[in-house]
């Protein structure tokens, strides 16, 4: 029997297996932020352990909070900075350069196929956009992971979601998980890996396969994974060129880490896209979605463009591209946060920044600041927002404020109108 | 290793996220005591208020909880309140390997035992006691007592002994 893209990774990561099940993991990157890495490093320290595995697989970042807001975030901050020079951490990308970690990480080529990936966060799986094992992991698998390098998991079960037809115009990424997030549940993967497959898939860019996979956790998924191709040749390319004499050689050895035709899957799930319209998620549940055509209208105070989900340089062009020439409605209040350093300045070359101020969009540096509601945005009790992230949570962007999940160009359409509306009226 | 035995909360919704346990806004701590009064703070639940959390030691809810951020101070501020066993009809993953992780428990029953759990000690003043080495729940109130048997990997069963994760591994890999 053949083997999936999950189980072969495990098979060329184990170190032990301590129960039926279980599998000890080498891992190849452990990715650091400012609000689970501290308490690890206090506690390693308290333990006396305060070592590192390897400093050269350790990137560090400071993210959800950057800069600073009060004296507490800037302890931590404090702490993680004087860690990554203590153990001379190399990759610490400190505010001027920083960026949202899952969308900083990739930019610097750190994920490889066939790598195992572990952060102290749940979005850790959008890595697995790059057909690598990435998962999040709280605080003490993070200790474990930063001490010596393995994470405990579960053998992978996977479910495969083939997707197949064409999107139509103005759908995007976004809609698609959300329609799948909608289908699975938010407990309809939990332990098991989705891999997303199909024709959608292969002509899909790394952009969009990140934020398929990035929301592989909202279904309760271990990690979203995509197949190695082309497409993932190319974005690394500039990364491994110095050890590959050219880019079908990198392919092959890339592809070592693909399914087989035969492997076993838990489940195999049919999705065809070519009736899906734009979605908007409605409760606080990232599986209540529902078309925007049936929420039309639906009143907004906040519109939030940024995320690991949808802040990176295609999306900015998406909306940008919705709100060219236009005003944002005066009833609503517009923020923008380009998701890294790099994005924010290409942003910038390509003139998309002035457009979004042009509009009356507020930009702000890269942070996630507004999408777990701690700083750049955060909703007063009662308020709304439009965001491209993808937690709708109750209070998760501010105590008593209410999320509705949608793309960037369903949200810079909002933006316009005032009130959760369709982009089709303001691409034609 | 920690004790799972004491009274118990019952906390009737499924899908418990982890902003729920602990609202972000406490994340910018940096040790887990000041979490403690925050406990189940943002918790969407008819009825429910934080005072009825003391006392107790155990929770027993429904399905998916600690869903969401994969946050650890969710456990914490269960620790710090004296809570270190969560029975439910099944956990997010890295919720429940945070659990066990910090040498505490997260334990499945299966959908009927919890329905019989909640009609039958729910509001009751329900106490419970754990016999880890013959798997065995002892459940009591009113003076009625039964045993419910479950199961848990050797695995997270080591885990708990070493007293979570990071002594296990340091000593043996
Ligand atoms: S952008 Fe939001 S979801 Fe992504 S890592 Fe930051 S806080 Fe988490």
């Given at each position: 029997?053949?083997?999936?893209?999950?189980?072969?990774?495990?098979?060329?990561?184990?170190?032990?297996?301590?129960?039926?099940?279980?599998?000890?993991?080498?891992?190849?990157?452990?990715?650091?932020h400012?609000?689970?890495t501290?308490?690890a490093?206090?506690?390693?320290?308290?333990?006396?352990?305060?070592?590192?595995?390897?400093?050269?697989?350790?990137?560090?970042?400071?993210d959800?909070?950057?800069?600073?807001?009060?004296?507490?975030?800037?302890?931590?901050?404090?702490i993680?900075?004087?860690?990554?020079?203590?153990?001379?951490?190399?990759?610490?990308f400190?505010?001027?350069?920083?960026?949202?970690?899952?969308?900083?990480?990739?930019?610097?080529?750190?994920?490889?196929?066939?790598?195992?990936?572990?952060?102290?966060?749940?979005?850790?799986?959008?890595h697995?956009?790059?057909?690598?094992?990435a998962?999040?992991?709280?605080?003490?698998?993070?200790?474990v992971?930063?001490?010596?390098?393995?994470?405990a998991?579960?053998?992978?079960?996977?479910?495969?979601i083939?997707?197949?037809?064409?999107?139509?115009?103005?759908?995007?990424?976004?809609?698609?998980?959300?329609?799948?997030?909608?289908?699975?549940?938010?407990?309809?993967?939990?332990?098991?890996?989705?891999?997303?497959?199909?024709?959608?898939?292969?002509?899909?860019?790394?952009?969009?396969?990140m934020?398929?996979?990035?929301m592989?956790?909202?279904?309760?998924g271990?990690?979203g994974?995509?197949?190695?191709?082309?497409?993932?040749?190319?974005?690394?390319?500039e990364?491994?060129?110095?050890?590959?004499?050219?880019?079908?050689?990198?392919?092959?050895?890339?592809?070592?880490?693909?399914?087989?035709?035969?492997?076993?899957?838990?489940?195999?799930?049919?999705?065809?896209?070519?009736?899906?319209?734009?979605?908007?998620?409605?409760?606080?549940?990232?599986?209540?979605v529902?078309?925007?055509?049936?929420?039309?209208?639906?009143?907004?105070?906040?519109i939030?463009?940024?995320?690991?989900?949808?802040?990176?340089?295609?999306?900015?062009?998406?909306?940008?591209?919705?709100?060219?020439g236009?005003?944002?409605?005066?009833?609503?209040?517009?923020?923008?946060?380009?998701?890294?350093t790099?994005?924010?300045?290409?942003?910038?070359?390509e003139?998309?920044l002035?457009?979004?101020m042009?509009?009356?969009?507020?930009?702000?540096?890269?942070?996630?600041?507004?999408?777990?509601?701690?700083s750049?945005?955060?909703?007063?009790?009662?308020?709304?927002?439009?965001?491209?992230?993808?937690?709708?949570?109750?209070?998760r962007?501010g105590?008593?404020?209410?999320?509705?999940?949608?793309?960037?160009?369903?949200?810079a359409?909002?933006?316009?109108?005032?009130?959760?509306?369709?982009?089709s009226?303001?691409?034609? | 290793?920690?004790?799972?035995?004491?009274?118990?909360l019952?906390?009737?919704?499924?899908?418990?996220?982890?902003?729920?346990?602990?609202?972000?806004?406490?994340?910018?701590?940096?040790?887990?005591?000041?979490?403690?009064?925050?406990?189940?703070?943002?918790?969407?639940?008819?009825?429910?208020?934080?005072?009825d959390?003391?006392?107790?030691?155990?929770i027993v809810?429904?399905?998916?909880?600690?869903?969401g951020?994969?946050?650890?101070?969710?456990?914490?501020?269960l620790?710090?309140?004296?809570?270190?066993l969560?029975?439910?009809e099944?956990?997010?993953?890295?919720?429940?390997?945070?659990?066990?992780?910090?040498?505490?428990?997260?334990?499945?029953?299966?959908?009927a035992?919890?329905?019989?759990l909640?009609v039958?000690?729910?509001?009751?003043?329900a106490?419970?006691?754990?016999?880890?080495e013959?798997?065995?729940?002892?459940?009591?109130?009113?003076?009625?007592?039964?045993?419910?048997?479950?199961?848990?990997?050797?695995?997270d069963?080591?885990?708990?002994?070493?007293?979570?994760?990071?002594?296990y591994?340091?000593?043996?890999?």
């Amino acid at each position: 029997m053949g083997k999936t893209i999950a189980e072969k990774i495990f098979a060329a990561h184990r170190v032990d297996s301590p129960a039926e099940d279980i599998y000890i993991l080498r891992l190849d990157a452990v990715f650091c932020h400012e609000i689970t890495t501290p308490v690890a490093i206090n506690d390693l320290v308290r333990r006396n352990k305060d070592r590192v595995f390897d400093a050269t697989k350790i990137k560090v970042v400071i993210d959800h909070v950057s800069p600073a807001k009060d004296s507490k975030t800037a302890l931590q901050g404090k702490i993680l900075r004087d860690w990554a020079r203590r153990h001379e951490i190399r990759d610490f990308f400190d505010i001027g350069r920083n960026g949202v970690c899952h969308v900083l990480f990739p930019e610097k080529g750190f994920v490889r196929p066939g790598y195992t990936v572990i952060m102290g966060d749940s979005h850790t799986c959008t890595h697995g956009a790059f057909g690598a094992f990435a998962a999040g992991v709280g605080t003490t698998d993070l200790e474990v992971g930063i001490l010596k390098g393995i994470c405990a998991f579960c053998y992978p079960s996977t479910i495969k979601i083939n997707i197949r037809g064409r999107l139509s115009e103005g759908v995007y990424a976004k809609d698609l998980i959300l329609s799948i997030v909608g289908r699975l549940g938010v407990n309809g993967a939990t332990n098991k890996v989705i891999e997303f497959a199909g024709p959608v898939v292969d002509t899909m860019s790394m952009a969009s396969r990140m934020t398929l996979c990035n929301m592989a956790v909202e279904a309760g998924g271990t990690c979203g994974i995509c197949q190695p191709d082309m497409t993932t040749v190319e974005y690394l390319w500039e990364f491994v060129k110095g050890e590959y004499s050219s880019k079908q050689e990198a392919l092959e050895a890339f592809k070592i880490f693909s399914s087989d035709p035969d492997a076993h899957y838990d489940q195999v799930i049919d999705h065809d896209v070519s009736n899906l319209e734009p979605l908007v998620s409605f409760g606080y549940k990232p599986d209540q979605v529902k078309p925007v055509r049936e929420m039309e209208g639906s009143k907004v105070d906040q519109i939030y463009i940024g995320s690991c989900t949808n802040g990176r340089i295609e999306d900015l062009r998406v909306a940008a591209r919705v709100l060219e020439g236009k005003k944002i409605s005066r009833r609503v209040r517009g923020v923008v946060s380009p998701a890294t350093t790099d994005i924010f300045r290409l942003a910038m070359e390509e003139g998309i920044l002035k457009t979004f101020m042009d509009a009356g969009f507020c930009v702000t540096n890269p942070t996630c600041g507004a999408c777990l509601g701690m700083s750049n945005g955060v909703l007063a009790e009662g308020e709304v927002c439009a965001a491209t992230t993808n937690r709708n949570f109750s209070g998760r962007m501010g105590k008593g404020g209410m999320v509705h999940l949608m793309s960037p160009a369903t949200a810079a359409a909002t933006a316009i109108a005032g009130h959760i509306t369709n982009s089709s009226l303001y691409l034609s | 290793m920690k004790n799972f035995k004491g009274k118990v909360l019952f906390l009737n919704r499924a899908d418990i996220n982890t902003d729920e346990i602990i609202p972000a806004k406490y994340l910018s701590e940096v040790s887990k005591e000041p979490l403690g009064p925050h406990l189940l703070e943002d918790l969407k639940l008819e009825g429910f208020a934080q005072r009825d959390l003391e006392g107790n030691s155990v929770i027993v809810t429904r399905a998916n909880f600690g869903c969401g951020s994969s946050r650890e101070h969710a456990p914490w501020a269960l620790e710090v309140n004296g809570i270190s066993l969560v029975i439910a009809e099944n956990f997010a993953r890295i919720f429940r390997q945070n659990m066990f992780n910090c040498g505490m428990m997260a334990v499945e029953l299966p959908v009927a035992v919890i329905d019989h759990l909640f009609v039958n000690y729910a509001g009751r003043e329900a106490h419970v006691e754990t016999d880890l080495e013959k798997n065995v729940f002892t459940f009591s109130a009113n003076g009625k007592q039964e045993d419910i048997s479950f199961s848990i990997s050797d695995f997270d069963r080591a885990l708990v002994t070493a007293g979570g994760w990071v002594e296990y591994a340091d000593a043996k890999y």
